[in-house]
T-cell receptor
Framework: GAVVSQHPSRVICKSGTSVKIECRSLDFQATTMFWYRQFPKKSLMLMATSNEGSKATYEQGVEKDKFLINHASLTLSTLTVTSAHPEDSSFYIC????????????FGPGTRLTVL | AQTVTQSQPEMSVQEAETVTLSCTYDTSESDYYLFWYKQPPSRQMILVIRQEAYKQQNATENRFSVNFQKAAKSFSLKISDSQLGDAAMYFCAYRTFETSGSRLTFGEGTQLTVNP
């Protein structure tokens, strides 16, 4: 299957700082990328959907000024957690999908964010 | 809105035995996709099997098969000849068939333990 990478795999930061997570589709062009948040032993919660070159669509309850998403190219999307606080600590997963209704989503390996 | 329910938070099976994981969903659509994903301790999401709702034949992938009951809105996963490597969290997911709709709706997951 297609490969999606995430960087960094884990990050520890101080409260109040901003953290950027990158999601890359390595061998295909991703017209749509998704960002999920996952708490321990819980399901994936969709945060936002981004289409290349347009603004992200955020799910209800997700602060768009807190979680900035950029999808500037067909192979790269970034999630920036601004002014991070301990409650933002979580596992963040991205997925990427090529164009068309039949193409499945391919998931990145996730990023563990710990805010001290 | 579509919902996906997995009523078994935890399941266990003996190595080489068969186990069935349950999933029900609610939708008003007639065409859609259903998926089973596996998330091992590495947290990497892996697609196990996929079913198109318009297909009457149940999908199979080696030791993995589904029992798709469209009228009952049921989509169970059967794992035959269970192996230690099958131990993981399993998520059932729904995706609309519409061209513009590509988001996945996940169930809460079932943690599968395989006993040697």
């Amino acid at each position: 299957g297609a490969v999606v990478s995430q960087h960094p795999s884990r990050v520890i930061c101080k409260s109040g700082t901003s953290v950027k997570i990158e999601c890359r589709s390595l061998d295909f062009q991703a017209t749509t990328m998704f960002w999920y948040r996952q708490f321990p032993k819980k399901s994936l919660m969709l945060m936002a959907t981004s289409n290349e070159g347009s603004k992200a669509t955020y799910e209800q309850g997700v602060e768009k000024d807190k979680f900035l998403i950029n999808h500037a190219s067909l192979t790269l999307s970034t999630l920036t957690v601004t002014s991070a606080h301990p409650e933002d600590s979580s596992f963040y997963i991205c997925s990427a999908k090529a164009g068309g209704p039949y193409n499945e989503q391919f998931f990145g390996p996730g990023t563990r964010l710990t805010v001290l | 809105a579509q919902t996906v329910t997995q009523s078994q938070p935890e399941m266990s099976v003996q190595e080489a035995e068969t186990v069935t994981l349950s999933c029900t969903y609610d939708t008003s659509e007639s065409d859609y996709y259903l998926f089973w994903y596996k998330q091992p301790p590495s947290r990497q999401m892996i697609l196990v099997i996929r079913q198109e709702a318009y297909k009457q034949q149940n999908a199979t992938e080696n030791r993995f098969s589904v029992n798709f009951q469209k009228a009952a809105k049921s989509f169970s996963l059967k794992i035959s000849d269970s192996q230690l490597g099958d131990a993981a969290m399993y998520f059932c997911a729904y995706r609309t068939f519409e061209t513009s709709g590509s988001r996945l709706t996940f169930g809460e997951g079932t943690q599968l333990t395989v006993n040697p």
